[in-house]
């Protein structure tokens, strides 16, 4: 079936199934600029998690083609990076502890996405004051040193970062998104740069306006929360220390246009979702590093994590 014809189907059954998640999550790219940058309440998000099942819209895209795009321009960035001089080689102590802990987590993700066993996993650094990071689909991890030093990020933090950003290459939400924003494009044959920089230090290149554009939904970022914080815990990281993450990143990137707290929708719902799972991820952690959960010292002046009463 031609490009065209998947993309007409897709949007008859968006309309037939408007009922399901997946179409909740795309109904902002038809609407008019204002209530497109709406976002549904993350009250509702914990409804809307998609475990085992594929977006619509992922179909228009394939895993290998978005995959080798990302590759591609993964070079890219890394070729301009050394260029400018902004990429931090292999001694480097951040690039040390971040490949560190990326290699403590990629193997309690192979489960989540089967593609995943095969992907040529890299990490590096770029020295920007920029706070952000990317888990491109394929697995290429680039992240900005501004993200852990004006940030302060702990090991802990810094693993919950981590685990967030390779659960959505895992499930996939770049595809996704893509998927429905680049319908169009895709029935000409042509596909956009997804990411890329001009100054390596601070100005976003090559990402194309719809990519630019684009904003996890709720769900997306629910997700991305439970896979990655499980990811995390059991490769030994401190669940707790996602509640200190997001709060740091909210108040260095909530003011700046389009900066990573827009494009991960963050309020006190999703605070209080994260808590709300402590109970499930804490006892990951305590047997990663061999504890009992009553064992485990308080943090962040969270005070000492105590198990519900059933």
């Not at 050394?82 to 001694?91: A, E, F, M, P, V």
């Not at 494009?185 to 684009?214: H, K, R, V």
């Not at 900066?259 to 991960?264: A, T």
Request: positive net charge; contains cysteine; charged residues 25%.
């Amino acid at each position: 079936m031609k490009v065209h014809a998947l993309i007409r189907v897709a949007a008859c059954a968006v309309v037939l199934h408007a009922g399901l998640s997946f179409a909740a999550s795309g109904a902002s790219d038809a609407e008019p600029a204002a209530a497109a940058n709406a976002q549904p309440p993350y009250s509702t998000a914990s409804d809307q998690i998609r475990f085992g099942n594929a977006a619509l819209f992922r179909n228009l895209i394939s895993s290998a083609t978005l995959e080798q795009q990302s590759a591609d321009e993964y070079a890219q960035i890394l070729r301009e990076a050394r260029r400018t001089k902004h990429l931090l080689g292999d001694d480097n102590p951040l690039v040390k502890r971040a490949r560190e802990i990326a290699n403590r987590e990629i193997p309690f993700a192979l489960k989540w996405n089967d593609r995943s066993k095969n992907w040529k996993w890299e990490v590096n650094v770029v020295r920007s004051d920029e706070i952000r990071m990317y888990c491109l689909p394929g697995g290429k991890i680039v992240i900005y040193s501004g993200l852990i030093d004006r940030l302060g990020l702990n090991d802990n933090e810094l693993g919950m970062m981590i685990g967030h950003e390779i659960a959505h290459a895992l499930r996939e939400h770049a595809r996704d998104r893509l998927g429905r924003q680049q319908a169009a494009q895709l029935s000409t044959g042509t596909i956009p740069p997804l990411f890329g920089f001009a100054d390596i230090s601070s100005t976003p290149l090559g990402i194309g306006e719809q990519l630019l554009a684009m904003r996890y939904t709720p769900a997306d970022e629910t997700e991305a929360d439970v896979i990655g914080s499980e990811i995390a815990s059991r490769a030994g990281y401190d669940p707790r220390a996602a509640i200190t993450l997001w709060k740091k990143i909210d108040a260095r990137t909530r003011r700046t246009p389009n900066g990573f707290i827009w494009m991960h929708p963050y309020d006190a719902a999703r605070v209080h979702d994260l808590m709300k799972r402590l109970p499930d991820m804490m006892p990951l952690y305590a047997k990663a590093i061999g504890k009992t959960v009553d064992q485990l010292p308080n943090y962040a002046g969270m005070g000492r994590f105590k198990k519900p009463r059933l």
